[in-house]
């Protein structure tokens, strides 16, 4: 297929509606939205507080907007549903495997509120392929762009928002004879261009607020910013106390032992430099704070929610510290 048939083909799946609109299968309903809240420990009252909520100025509960896609997923055993749009995307990513362009990494998403949804609201979406992009160099290699836009209307076909959903479909660099990815990364970081290549582990940004953390690292420390008016601990770090809104922080050291709060192993994408599969925690600290982490030394299965474990600041790169976690030493 020359790239000029590809592209022929490919364009002939934007713009048409992926199918007809798909409902919601609960209007949105306060259940919902508490257990969102505490999944993802947003304490807004406006969210789950009647009382409060006919006070302020949305005159009675609403949806965290940020919810938006959770009112129509189809489930995780949906009786042979599927999640909307999903087959023109199928064809479209089909499509581009035959073509070699058989990586995937999604790039973004971006969500617009036309208004917030209040309990009772009852929700469908319909999906489009918005956009194909023409064959892009990127740092990961040569590929196409595909947006997805989904609308998000009420039962009176108002829309409620919109919601942009974009990935690149790349050929992997060993499929290219001889064509390293480009060492350096695209001029501008705008939407159409791809990640910077990642030959090591991707840096966190040091900024005045976190740089405490890194160094403490560096000399054998796992540091905790604390609040110095109401001593608060606080992490990941920011600049003012979420409590009592105080600025002056201190830190405390951990001890080093915690407990898997939660985790997931990741087995695919294969991104390099991280291994799979990739045993991600989320570690509670003795202290109280939680941090993401990995694990070692052990397997993937062994692990348990709630199993100790213990702090190993590593040296995972040469000019990189990183405070890694293995199962405690039952003594
Ligand atoms: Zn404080």
Redesign the pocket.
């Known amino acids: 297929m020359t790239p000029e048939e590809l592209q022929r083909r490919l364009q002939a799946f934007v713009g048409r509606e992926a199918g007809p609109p798909q409902a919601a299968r609960d209007p949105v309903n306060a259940p919902m939205i508490r257990h969102w809240c505490d999944a993802v420990d947003d304490r807004n009252p406006v969210y789950t507080d009647p009382e409060f909520a006919e006070k302020s100025l949305h005159q009675g509960l609403v949806a965290p907007p940020t919810m938006l896609q959770a009112w129509v997923m189809p489930g995780l055993r949906p009786p042979g549903a599927e999640a909307p749009g999903a087959g023109a995307m199928r064809s479209v990513l089909a499509l581009l495997d035959e073509a070699g362009f058989t990586s995937v990494v999604a790039t973004n998403c971006r969500q617009e509120y036309v208004r917030y949804l209040h309990p009772g609201d009852e929700v469908s979406v319909a999906s489009e392929i918005e956009s194909i992009s023409e064959e892009k160099r990127t740092a990961l290699g040569a590929g196409h762009f595909v947006t997805q836009r989904m609308t998000f209307r009420d039962r009176d076909g108002e829309t409620l928002a919109t919601m942009r959903f974009r990935i690149l479909k790349f050929r992997p660099p060993d499929r290219e004879a001889g064509d390293e990815p480009s060492a350096t990364p695209p001029p501008e970081a705008s939407s159409d261009t791809a990640p910077a290549p990642r030959r090591g582990r991707p840096r966190a940004a040091r900024t005045r607020d976190s740089a405490f953390f890194w160094e403490g690292l560096e000399r054998g420390a796992l540091l905790i910013q604390r609040?110095?008016?109401?001593?608060?601990l606080q992490h990941p770090p920011g600049p003012m106390?979420p409590?009592?809104?105080?600025l002056e922080w201190d830190t405390l050291e951990a001890c080093g032992r915690g407990h898997v709060y939660s985790y997931v192993v990741a087995h695919h994408p294969p991104i390099p430099p991280f291994a799979v599969p990739n045993l991600i925690a989320l570690i509670e600290l003795e202290e109280g704070t939680r941090l993401v982490s990995n694990l070692v030394g052990v397997d993937p299965a062994e692990v348990e929610i709630g199993m100790p474990v213990q702090l190993e600041i590593t040296q995972v790169e040469p000019d990189l510290k990183l405070p890694l976690f293995r199962p405690a030493r039952s003594s």
Do not use: I, T
């Open positions: 609040c110095a008016s109401c001593g608060r106390c409590v009592c809104h105080a």
